[in-house]
């Protein structure tokens, strides 16, 4: 039997960044999700109430890949109370014409991270405006930084505003956001008059109300949701979907059963059949996402598992080049 090569949270945090390669990765993986031939399954997903926890496991073959991962992602939000971390879990990468395990990816949800935040630069890429002023987040945790981040790789914004409801933690993402980019950014108490300043808004909570009302939308806007991750959260007031020129899924069928699709459908406000391309079709070529310079756009992520496999796939490329990890012989 082969060696499993190990590779740590350490290991993967000093060989995989959120750049441009990592973007293009996912991208990828959009793609490849457009050809129809990807085998990906529903999401398994567990709640556990009794530890306001909630576990999701996510996988997907893509053809052309060599290997194809499986990931377990654990969320226990009282973890911060025991001094843990909320959210960790771990992926495994197993040969796609074998079967057998080849690595064993301990990231803590480091590289659900990292892909998380390059699909929202796919979005922006393929629907923001072409120039963007000002980026606007709601929500002030990791992924709120980390989707900026993502976002001006590929939009170069030179104002960031950030809204949470805790206003000390707002101003400390946007005083990160700031060092980090090299731009101007602030904290806005008022979340309407971020989107009013904002061409691109991204939304990262873990909300089951909305933090964006469709009455704050203007012409021009793009906004990735990407907070709706289980049933019953919901950061898109629905009524948004009857200002929409276009409402841009990172898969449909996930976004019937959990995203903003399913609030809008459970509203009347969509029909509980309707089409739509999905970000995938958009980056093949295949649909058509912005259309003018004043459309509105919405992308609705939830996440994928062929996202999950493009990024460990990317991972354990970077790792056999650099001699990283460690082999363990069965």
Known sequence: MPDIKILTEADLRSLVKLDIAAVDVVESAFRALASGEVVMPPILSMEIPSANGEVDV????????DGFAIKVSPGFFDNPKLGLPSLNGLMILFSASTGLVEALL????????VRTAAAGAVAARHLAPETVHTAGVIGCGVQARLQIEAARLVR??????????????????????????GVEARAEADPARLVAESQLV???????????????????????????????????????FGRLAAYVPDRLSQ?????????????????????????????????RGRTGAGDITLADLTGTGAQDTAIASHAVALAARAGAGTAFGS
Not at 106 to 113: I, P
Not at 162 to 181: I, Q, S
Not at 218 to 238: F, N, R, Y
């Open 202 to 240: 991204v939304t990262t909570t873990p909300s089951r109300e909305p933090v964006l009302m469709a009455d704050w939308l203007h012409p021009g806007l793009h906004v990735t949701a990407m907070g709706s991750d289980q049933p019953g959260k919901a950061e898109i007031d629905p009524a948004a």
């Open 255 to 287: 976004c019937r059963i959990q995203g903003e699709l399913r609030v809008a459908v459970a509203a009347g406000l969509v029909e509980e059949d309707r089409e739509f391309a999905e970000l995938g079709d958009i980056v093949a070529g295949t649909a």
């Open 106 to 113: 301990l990231d803590n949800g480091y590289l659900t991270d």
């Open 58 to 65: 996510k996988t997907a073959y893509i053809p052309g890949f």
């Open 156 to 181: 170069p914004f030179e104002r960031v505003l950030v809204w949470g409801r805790d206003p000390e933690r707002a101003a400390a993402c946007a005083a990160d956001l700031g060092k980090t980019l």
